[in-house]
Structure formats: C-alpha cells, structure tokens
C-alpha cells in the first residue's frame, strides 16, 4: 500500500463558527493507482490533494505513507518526504520563467543533489521520452501551454517519484491538448507510476481506475 | 547548484533592468560615499601616528581658567622638567611658525612655515633626513634642516646639503640636512627647522631660563611604557603642577599633557598650530558614512520586496520541487552579494572619479591605491556586509514563504512585514529630515558667521607686517603713509584683533579682589586705531598724542563689567597693567576680536605710535590703486623686501574655513543620501502600486477619479512622513545644538527651520511617490482585472 488516510478532518474557523473543509476522509491508494478525484467548486478537491501531498496540513486523523506515520512527522521530515516520492503537477504550469526548459527540469535534480554528468543523462533522457529535444534551449514563454504542461509533467517525474499529483492538469489547455496529456497520464500509470488527479471533467476522470467524489468536504 | 542561482540572478537582473539599475546605483552612490567618508576619517585619525614614539610624547599646556587653556608652556619650565620628573627622558620646545625672506644665491623666497626646534627634534619625532647626519644635524646654531620639496624649489637638481641661505637678510645657515617631505597627515607642518640655539642669542625667554612666559610648544618624551593608563598621566600632570606651584607660587596656573595623537582632533586650545581638526566632525562623519551605507541597504531590502510578489512564484516552486529554506536564504543572499559586489565595482570607479574633487572639497591629500592590503580588507568587508545587510530580509522574507499559498493565489503579506517594512521607509525619512535640518542649520550658521557684526568695520582693511629694515623706519613710513590720499587712512598696531592671542595677569585696579585671577588680553594700537577700524566708544575719548607717556588706557564694556564698574563709571579709574599705572580714559563698545567660538573676553589697549603690523583702511573701489601705492611707497622704505600684504576680511573668512570645508562637506553627502533615498521611495510606491494593482482597477471600474486614487495611494506615505519627522525633530535639535554649542556665538534653531525641513521631506516624497501612483491610475482596469 501506498498510502493512507484515516478520519481526516480539516477546519477553519471563522466568527466563532468551525467550517469543515474535509470531514471524515477515508482513502487507501494501493500502487500502480490512477485515481481521479470529482466533485463540485468547493468541495474540497484541492484540499485533498494538498492534504496528499503533504503541501498542507490537517487537524485531525491519521496519514500513513509507505509506513511512515506523517500526522506525528515534524515538518522538516514531511518535507524531504515529499520531495523524495512525490511530484506535482499544476493546472497553471508553473514554470520558472527565467529558465529555459533544460533548466526547469534539471532544477529538481539540483537540490537532490545529483552530479552534473547524471544530472545531464537524466534530463536528456527525459527531453527525448517527451519529444521536446527541440525545445530545449527555449523559454516558458515560447512554448505553448499543451508544451508547457508537457515540461511541467517532465519535470515532476524527472526524479523518478513514486506518485503523481495534477491539480487540474488540463484546466487551461484546449481540448486536443488536454486529451493528448490525459494519454500521456494513462501511460505512465501503464508504466507503473500512481497518479492522484483533481479533475473537473468526467471524461477525463474517465482515464482513471477508480474515481472518488467529495462534496462538502465528504466522500460520497 | 551555484551556477544555477547565479543564472537566475543574472536573468532576473537583466529582465528587470530598471530595478537592477536602481539597485546598482543606489548601492554604488552609498558604498562611494562611504568610503570617502571613510577616506577622511582614516586620515583625520592618522595624524602623528607615524611617529616610532608617538605613544610615549605628550605636549604640555597650560589652563589658566575654565574659558582659557593654551597650546603653549614657558621655555625654562619646558626644559627643566625633565630633570625633575623621572618619567620624562626628554624635553623639545618649538617656537611659533614663523615666515621668513630667504634668500638663495640672490634669489629671494618667502617662506613659511618654519619652526626653531632644540637640538634633539629629529630624535624625538620621526622625520626621517634623506640627506646629512640626524644626530648632529641641529648641534651647530647655524645649521639649517629643509624638507625635500623646498630643497628641490631652492637648488634645483642640485645636491642642498652644506649649501648656504641667507634669511631675513642677517645670517648665513649652511644646510644640515635635506628631510623627507613631512606626511599630511602630521600636526605639525613646515618647510625648513632652525635650530633653537639660534634663537637663544636673542630671546629672553631662552636666555633667563623663564618660567612665567608663556611661548613655546613643549613636548615630553616618557620612558617606554611608563605611560600606560589616564591615570599614569593623572600622576604625572599633578606632579609637574606641584613643581609650578612651587616655582611659581604668585601664578594659579595648572598644566596639562596632551598625548601626541590627540593633538590633531581634541585639541580646543588657543594659541595652537594652525590647521587642526576636530573630533565631534570626525564622529559625525563616521556616522554619516555608516547611515548612508544603511540608507543604501534599505533601499535594497524596499526594491527586493518590492519583487517578491513576482519571486514568491519561484520560492512556493523551489520549495515544492526540493528547495530547503537555507538553500533559498543562501540563494537571496548570493544574489544580494553578487549586487553588492557589483556596487562595490562601481563604487571604486565612482571613487576614483571623484577623489580628486573631493580632495579639493576636503582640502586633503587622500589617496586610494588598491595596492594597499588593508584597503582590500576594508572594502571587502563593506562590500560583505552591505551584502548580507541588504540581503537578510529579502532572503529571509521570500524564503518564509508558505508554498501552498503562493502558488494557489495571491500573495498575503503579514501585518508583521508591512510593520517592518514602514520601519524601513521611516527610518530613509528620519535620515532625511535629519541631514535637511542640519543643512539647514549649518548653513544659517556659517552665514551669521560670515555676516556678524563683530564691532568693527571688516571691509578693504589691508594689512602690511613690518619686515626688515621697516621696523626702524616707522617714523618715514607713518610720513609716507599720511601723504597720499589713498593711503592715509592707517593704523599701526601690534596686533589684528582678528585672533588675539596675548594675555596677561599682571592687571591691578581698585577694589580688585587679591584672590582673583583674570586673564586680560591686550592690544598695543596707535592713535588712528579706533578710526581706521570704526570702532565705537561707549564712552570717554581714544587716544590722543600724551596717550603714550600717561599710560593711559581704554578697555572694552566687558572688562569694564568685570572690574565693577560701568562704562559711565569706569572713566578715570587708575589701572597698573606690567607695573605702569594710569587712567582709563574711556571704554570701547564690545567687539569681537577672536573667532566667533570664543565669547568676548576683557580686553585693555595701550597706546604706542610703533607696531608690527600697519593697518591701511582703502577708500570704496580704490582698493587696487591704493595697494600699488604701497607697493611704491614699501619698495622706496624697504626695498630689499617685496610688499607682502593681507586683507582683514580675507583673514576673518580664513578663520572659519575649516566650518565652510565641512558645511559644504556635509551638504553634499545630504543631498546624495537623500537622492539613494529617493530612489529607494521610488521602487517602494512601485512595489505598492503593484499589490493594489487590482484593487486600483475595482475602483476605477466602480467610478473612482484618478485623483482620488493618487491621493489614496499617496496617504499612507504620508503618515510616514509625520511620523518620520515626530522622530527627527528631538534628535536634530540635540545633534544641533551640540554643534552649535562649539560657537560662543551662534544662531538659534528656528522653528521653521524644522517645518522647512519636513515640508521638503514630505515634497520630495510625494513626488516620487506621485509617479507611480498617477501612472497606475491612469492604466486601463480592463488590464488590471484581467490579469487575475
């Protein structure tokens, strides 16, 4: 198993009033998973993921991720959690514009500290599996957003982690683009790799293996 | 990994040339600021110490009272305290300088200045011969030492040592020694030394040995490391003033030692060597230096978070995809030291550039050579702390960025940050207000100096000194003088009551209380005095042809005051000033007769038809024909001396000119200081503008004019501003009047003076605020909303 979620509850409060954004949440993700998550503006989708991800935290419950318990995790420790087998991937990309795309996707190779030689077989490899040798050399603002994404997607699996987690991944690109990505997801997971998806589309949710709905922060 | 950020750096830098530049130029403004302030200050703290003694000479001086402490001591005392005080292995006396003719192989120079030293200078002080033997170079009367520059100016090519000079057109001293050109940075400074055995065939004070007269310069080698805490000196000083009191039990005199390297910058005695410097300007100019530095960094740190809403993207990223917090603070912080090292690049152009203005400005000899260790040190360490200064809030700041927060959505700044950064901005404003009212105040100082009425009418007074065969014809001169028109407005006096420096205690009058000790300056003038110098009296008469042999007398209203008497009063009192009694026959209104630091002392005149100097008052306009009538009637009289002539006003400005160097001094680096601020105000409206980019467009598109929206955008600058000036306002007025307080005569701080300042502040303020804020609410909103 690859990860865990007991009775996750997360709230804020606001004027004496304690809102819920998820209530009860129950999940196990079993490895080689391509899960989609649905549900309307507001129901917490994001949260989830962010809660998944380990980019936010939660106030009460139990998270379990390869046996290590992350609800007792300091936040120096949950962080090199994440960053060792977790990937993100944005609806907005978020490519560091200053860069050129070789650059972006060696960075995270970077602060893991791999030499220059791998680090450059590495991207390479990565840069010929996507079909974007080309574009190498070019800055974010070049590319088009279906490119983009695809450097973004590059990017998160370039050290090799064991999940995946789109927040809308296709939620700015045109159709063909959104399908061409969605294909490229489908083949990774073929690959082996989990991916967790937030999704508005049910024909994207479609590609996945199983699809969970929240509403209002619950799992229905 | 180093690679990476220095490209991002580099990028970004390049994207965002016109923050770079900000940043650059203000950074490089500041740091070449401070290091010519640091320049100054260096050399103003290196006076002396290139002496091998420096720590084990002291000067002795002389305290005759609260208001009088002199540079001077008596030239018996000065040589046999050595011999008594076992600490003190030996004794040097210098005399004033003085100027001379010399003359050289019938070529004639005026030189100045030149100093008679006993025999042992050389050995005490390090001034190291290029040509002859240091130990006997002074032995001989006639012997003479010269600095290199004045042997190249004399002889030439020429080999000096064991040539001959002719001075004053008397005596021959043959060359004993070629010195090397004596340092800037020394408090003592001449062109040729004589030896004090010369002068002892004539001066009386040498000759008998005196203790009671006061005009030499002492200074006292100790024993090595006999002298090692203030209160060895302690012990010493009460030692040396035992002996006095002894010697001398009818004077209430007490001495003081002066350490070598004191000398240039705390020394506020009268009768001291010209050109000293002061040390309340060196603290000011050493904080001045370090406040600009900051000023500089601030503006960094202001135009840093003034990017951060466009970096947070790149942090929240980093983060996600690895970064830990230190590799993001090490990251902001190699980007503010690769800034402040290009700064400091620059900086060193700027201050190559501008040294030799500066030097002009400074009346200095600075030097900045990079071959120089120390000088690397220095400027690395500036250029690291600037660096780290600037950087650690950005670095700080950007690197506490949540993730989540900055890549779902806007950035929400702390109330903590806008707290820290509004410290920032009103910190740039206290400096401003502050240097504005210091401006302000300096400059209506050094204008109620230049225009104070001192009691006496200043303007086309030009004076001639006796010089050789002059002085024994005063009879002839006076004749001379009095026949043409031009010239015959004149005076002939021993002194200019420009800086009186004679006093003495030897004054009895009735009533006078024996205990009592008053220092009485006097002036020797004839009978034209108080005409040519349109002085006026409060009452009685000047003087008139007995004058002279009734030893009659006039004092000022102050003397008149401390005597117990009034200017209706004291006239026709009997006054024994030196032993010669006589009349007060009237009382001359208060004038100022030293610099304006100093309040108006007692003053007594006598009256002698011969002086040293003569005082010729020039009709409006003619002062040009009238100084070739000297030139005429001097070259008849005294042919063998060229005509050597000042103006009063000219040696009045003179006295302050080391006010003016630093007024102006202080301006300039104000109006810069201001300037980097500016531009750290600029960048900071921007960054401002920037948040409530949004904002801006909602109100638009709700019906909000582009006036009201400047002013929105402006109001919260100027609480700053108020603020600000809340805070300047104590701190000024005490830094002021400190300054102030050096002057016994000086103006009041207006309370304009403070408005004047903060309206300037708030003016400046507004205005560069006003750019950023006018263009953003004259932008679209469509723009505005749409790049959500």
């Given at each position: 198993m690859l990860l865990q979620l007991n009775n996750i509850f997360k709230w804020v409060n606001s004027g004496g009033q304690r809102i819920f954004l998820l209530k009860d949440i129950n999940l196990n993700v079993e490895e080689g998973e391509f899960i989609s998550i649905m549900g309307p503006s507001g129901s917490g989708k994001s949260t989830l993921l962010n809660v998944i991800g380990m980019l936010d935290g939660f106030d009460e419950g139990e998270y379990h991720f390869l046996h290590e318990s992350v609800h007792s995790l300091k936040e120096k420790h949950r962080a090199n959690l994440y960053k060792e087998y977790i990937g993100f991937v944005f609806q907005s990309y978020h490519l560091l514009d200053e860069l050129t795309v070789k650059e972006n996707l060696e960075m995270p190779l970077l602060y893991k500290k791999f030499k220059g030689s791998e680090r450059k077989a590495m991207v390479a490899d990565m840069l010929d599996r996507f079909n974007i040798v080309g574009k190498k050399d070019l800055f974010p603002a070049q590319l088009s957003g279906g490119q983009q994404q695809l450097v973004g997607i590059a990017r998160a699996l370039i050290s090799s982690p064991k999940l995946i987690l789109a927040d809308e991944p296709t939620g700015n690109l045109n159709s063909k683009q959104g399908e061409e990505i969605m294909e490229l997801f489908k083949q990774l997971n073929d690959e082996g790799v989990t991916i967790i998806q937030v999704t508005h589309s049910e024909k994207n949710a479609e590609y996945g293996s199983r699809i969970i709905n929240l509403l209002d922060g619950r799992m229905v | 990994m180093l690679k990476n950020h220095i490209k991002i750096a580099w990028r970004n830098f390049i994207q965002h040339k016109w923050y770079s530049l900000l940043n650059l130029g203000g950074l490089a403004i500041g740091m070449a600021c401070s290091i010519l302030i640091l320049l100054w200050v260096q050399n103003e703290s290196s006076y002396?110490?290139?002496?091998?003694n420096s720590d084990d000479i002291y000067r002795l001086t002389a305290i005759a009272n609260e208001d009088f402490k002199a540079a001077v001591s008596p030239a018996g005392m000065i040589e046999q305290i050595p011999h008594q005080v076992s600490e003190i292995t030996s004794s040097l006396r210098l005399s004033a300088p003085f100027e001379a003719l010399v003359e050289i192989d019938n070529q004639k120079f005026k030189e100045e200045p030149i100093f008679y030293a006993d025999s042992n200078f050389l050995d005490m002080f390090t001034f190291p011969l290029i040509e002859g033997n240091a130990t006997t170079a002074l032995a001989k009367p006639d012997g003479i030492l010269i600095t290199e520059k004045t042997a190249k100016k004399f002889?030439?090519?020429?080999?000096?040592?064991?040539k001959t000079i002719k001075i004053d057109n008397r005596d021959i001293f043959t060359v004993t020694g070629v010195m090397a050109d004596v340092p800037p940075n020394s408090h003592l400074q001449f062109n040729m030394i004589i030896p004090m055995a010369y002068l002892a065939k004539t001066d009386n004070d040498l000759i008998n040995k005196v203790w009671d007269s006061f005009n030499f310069y002492g200074y006292f080698q100790f024993e090595k490391g006999a002298i090692s805490s203030q209160d060895d000196v302690t012990i010493v000083t009460e030692k040396i003033n035992q002996i006095y009191a002894k010697r001398q039990p009818e004077f209430v005199i007490t001495f003081n030692l002066q350490a070598l390297k004191d000398i240039h910058l705390k020394s506020n005695l009268q009768i001291d060597l010209p050109g000293h410097g002061n040390v309340l300007y060196v603290n000011i100019f050493f904080i001045a230096a370090f406040i600009i530095l900051i000023v500089a960094c601030i503006n960094y740190m202001n135009l840093a978070t003034a990017r951060s809403a466009r970096r947070a993207k790149e942090v929240g990223l980093r983060k996600v995809i690895g970064a830990g917090r230190r590799q993001l603070i090490f990251q902001f912080l190699g980007e503010s030291l690769m800034i402040s090292f290009i700064s400091l690049i620059l900086a060193v152009g700027i201050v190559y550039l501008f040294l030799p203005a500066f030097n002009n400005l400074a009346q200095k000899e600075l030097l900045f050579s990079l071959g120089n260790n120390n000088l690397w040190i220095s400027l690395l360490a500036i250029a690291l702390i600037t660096g780290l200064i600037s950087g650690s809030y950005p670095a700080l700041f950007l690197s506490g960025f949540k993730p989540i927060k900055v890549l779902k959505g806007r950035l929400k700044l702390s109330k903590y940050n806008l707290v820290f950064r509004n410290g920032l901005v009103i910190t740039q404003f206290v400096v401003s207000v502050l240097l504005l009212i210091g401006t302000m105040v300096i400059y209506n100082q050094l204008n109620f100096i230049k225009n104070k009425n001192l009691g006496y009418d200043k303007s086309n007074l030009i004076y001639v000194p006796m010089e050789g065969e002059m002085w024994g014809k005063q009879e002839a001169l006076r004749s001379a003088l009095s026949q043409n028109p031009l010239t015959s407005d004149f005076s002939i006096v021993t002194d200019l009551p420009t800086n009186l420096i004679t006093g003495d205690f030897d004054i009895h009058w009735d009533g006078k209380d024996p205990d009592s000790q008053v220092l009485f300056p006097n002036l020797v003038t004839d009978q034209n005095f108080l005409d040519v110098f349109q002085m006026k009296l409060a009452n009685g008469r000047g003087f008139s042809k007995t004058s002279s042999k009734n030893n009659d007398y006039l004092i000022n209203e102050t003397a008149a005051g401390i005597m117990g008497y009034n200017a209706e009063t004291a006239l026709g009192k009997s006054l024994t000033f030196r032993g010669d009694k006589g009349t007060i026959i009237g009382v001359v209104k208060d004038f100022n007769y030293k610099p304006l630091q100093y309040a108006i002392e007692p003053l007594l005149m006598q009256n002698r038809e011969f002086g040293s100097i003569a005082v010729i008052k020039a009709a409006p306009k003619t002062t040009e024909s009238t100084i070739a009538a000297l030139e005429n009637i001097y070259g008849r009289l005294n042919p063998a001396y060229p005509l050597s002539y000042n103006f009063v006003d000219g040696d009045l400005d003179a006295q302050y000119l080391g006010e003016q160097r630093m007024g102006t001094i202080f301006n300039v680096f104000a109006l810069l200081a201001i300037f980097i601020s500016c531009m750290g105000l600029y960048g900071l409206s921007a960054f401002m503008t920037e948040q409530r980019f949004k904002e801006i467009g909602i109100r638009k598109v709700l019906g909000a004019s582009a006036v009201r929206l400047v002013n929105m955008l402006s109001k919260d600058f100027l609480k700053l501003v108020f603020i600000a000036f809340i805070i300047a306002i104590p701190i000024a007025w005490f830094g002021m009047n400190k300054w102030l307080q050096e002057f016994a005569f000086h103006v009041e701080i207006q309370w304009w003076v403070y408005l004047a300042a903060g309206f300037t502040v708030l003016f400046i303020a507004l205005s560069t605020v006003s750019f950023q804020s006018i263009r953003a609410s004259l932008a679209s909103p469509v723009k505005s909303l749409r790049a959500e």
């Open positions: - | 002396d110490t290139f002496h091998t002889f030439g090519s020429e080999k000096a040592l064991g």
